[in-house]
């Protein structure tokens, strides 16, 4: 058995059952040996777009996933994928071919560029050691919940691995990431905090979204009457629960940042208080007591000083505190009050707004508002970046925390189509939903062919600005030319149709009739609805990201 083979059966042994990737020489052998060992390929049509529905199909299935990419130029092509996934911590393997000779067209230093990226590095050195190295790269990507570049040196893949099949045969996945129990100390002085609080509140994140964790914080906020929240990658942790506020940040409605600066005790659980989940500071109150609950100690207080750093995993540590309050039983911020306010105004969708729609055009919020009434509330969302995103994210309603998968560690265009398709395989019992811009639609186009062929019964939402809109509203209003971030119209419906897609325009409310259709129907092909949207102003949320850059 030859190294290659040895090293793909290795990696399916670990637990790897979903590959993506574009196959060249380099790794034509060894992405052959995941497939006959079990592991599920999907052929893309550009190693970006592989890497990111990698990283989807992590997030939202929750196993480790793969790519595979030839050496040099399919590596680098993956590089923005890999970086998102490197970003969020995505359990993700990257396996990677690798020229032997350094005069190759194809040699490059793809160690250099994983640790530019923050990824992990491994490497297949030897035959003899290949099925241990392979096992050792999923075994740091599951425990240290990270994405691991696996180095596969072209010379060692071509070698007989000795005594392979009697490796393989002892190969297990790894035992999941151990749980961190948080001090007794730690927990006591939560406890203490959150008796004493009479206007708590918990903030989750993507640290809060494994088994048991919405019981655990739900069933602590109830005993010291906290009100809930989440950042934007935990979206819909808390969905039907009647003292959510949703998702905290630029993306946050004004009653939740209300509520949430009038806060006296905060406290974070697996959630890293970016300077986007906390507007630069600005929704923590100046006598706000912040608490940050994390596996990781080099999380605590990374972004923002913290009062009380409690190292454990969200689960333990929940559970823990909550026998810690004993009997206690507060109101705090559960007042009838609160209840009839957060039922009234907490929803962006229930706020009143000047519809700017015209003949030509719809209003994002129009057109978000409506398709969250016809599409399936059984969903799962993938949002591109760009001005139009916090119409989709916020507008548009999840069933739980597995319903949006927010690729946005890196900010970059171009992945939302990409991430879609990984959530769609990780929940094919959800209709899939895609929320792109223009520019991140064209940037993408490729991998239509790629849902096509698939099969998958996907719905694109194009936000058509003929631009890149955060430039135009960022630039604009201070006079700068603009020519180099606009574009002729383009008939995006026309492109879909020419990868299979049903396809419609949609200027005006009455044009949706064509999705109603569509999910009345058989969903024999995938659905790309293209959107002519106002583009006179700027998003809410415009001038918060553009101070993060």
């Known amino acids: 058995m030859k190294v290659a083979e040895a090293v793909g059966r290795a990696l399916v042994a670990s637990g790897v059952g979903q590959v993506f990737g574009v196959v060249g020489s380099g790794n034509f052998h060894v992405t052959n040996a995941m497939v006959a060992a079990g592991a599920r390929f999907v052929a893309t049509r550009h190693e970006g777009g592989a890497a990111t529905m990698a990283d989807a199909y992590a997030r939202v299935s929750g196993a480790v996933a793969a790519v595979s990419v030839h050496q040099g130029c399919g590596y680098t092509n993956a590089l923005t994928g890999i970086g998102e996934a490197a970003k969020s911590r995505t359990p993700l393997v990257v396996v990677a071919a690798e020229a032997s000779q350094p005069r190759s067209n194809f040699a490059v230093d793809q160690d250099a560029l994983a640790r530019a990226l923050g990824a992990g590095v491994a490497r297949v050195t030897s035959a003899a050691d290949a099925v241990a190295q392979a096992c050792d790269a999923v075994r740091t990507a599951v425990q240290e919940r990270r994405t691991v570049v696996l180095n596969l040196p072209l010379h060692v893949q071509a070698e007989d691995a000795p005594d392979a099949a009697h490796a393989l045969a002892a190969v297990r996945p790894p035992s999941p990431r151990p749980a961190v129990a948080p001090a007794d100390t730690d927990v006591a002085a939560l406890a203490d905090l959150l008796t004493r609080a009479e206007r708590p509140v918990l903030l989750a994140g993507r640290g809060a979204r494994g088994p048991g964790c919405r019981a655990a914080l739900e069933a602590l906020a109830e005993r010291c009457g906290a009100l809930l929240a989440t ?16 998702v905290a940040g630029g993306f946050a409605s004004p009653l939740a940042a209300e509520l949430l600066q009038g806060a006296d005790v905060l406290v974070s659980w697996g959630c890293s208080l970016t300077m986007w989940t906390t507007r630069h500071g600005r929704l923590i109150g100046a006598d706000t007591t912040l608490v ?20 454990g995993d969200v689960l333990l540590t929940a559970r823990r505190t909550l026998a810690a309050l004993g009997d206690h039983d507060a109101l705090a911020h559960r007042t009838p009050g609160t209840a009839s306010a957060l039922a009234a105004r907490l929803r962006w969708r229930d706020l009143p707004y000047e519809d700017t729609s015209t003949r030509d055009r719809i209003d994002p919020r129009t057109l978000s508002i409506a398709l969250d009434d016809i599409l399936p509330a059984e969903r799962v969302i993938g949002v591109d970046s760009g ?16 319903g949006l998968c927010f690729t946005q560690a890196f900010q970059s265009i171009g992945l939302g189509l990409a991430t879609t398709v990984g959530a769609a395989l990780a929940r094919p019992d959800r209709l899939a939903v895609a929320a792109l811009g223009d520019g991140g639609l064209m940037m993408s186009a490729v991998e239509l062919d790629t849902v096509r062929r698939l099969g998958i019964p996907l719905v694109i939402v194009v936000y058509n600005d003929d631009a890149y809109g955060a430039e ?49 129907g058989p969903r024999s092909a995938p659905l790309l609805i293209d959107a002519k949207v106002v583009r006179e102003r700027g998003a809410w949320w415009l001038e918060e990201a553009f101070r993060g850059h």
């Open 231 to 246: 950042s934007a990658v935990a979206r819909g942790l808390f969905a039907g629960n009647p003292w959510s506020l949703d």
């Open 292 to 311: 940050q609950v994390d596996d990781d100690p080099a999380a605590l207080g990374a972004n923002r000083p913290v009062a009380l750093g409690i190292t």
């Open 387 to 402: 001005n139009f995103m916090g119409y989709p994210t916020m507008y548009l309603s999840v069933p739980d925390e597995q």
């Open 472 to 520: 135009v509203h960022h630039f604009g209003p201070d006079g700068f030319p603009l020519a180099t971030v606009r574009f002729p119209d383009t008939d995006i419906a026309a492109v879909a149709r020419g990868y299979g897609f049903q396809a419609v325009t949609v200027r005006t409310r009455d044009d949706l009739k064509a999705v109603e259709e569509w999910v009345a």
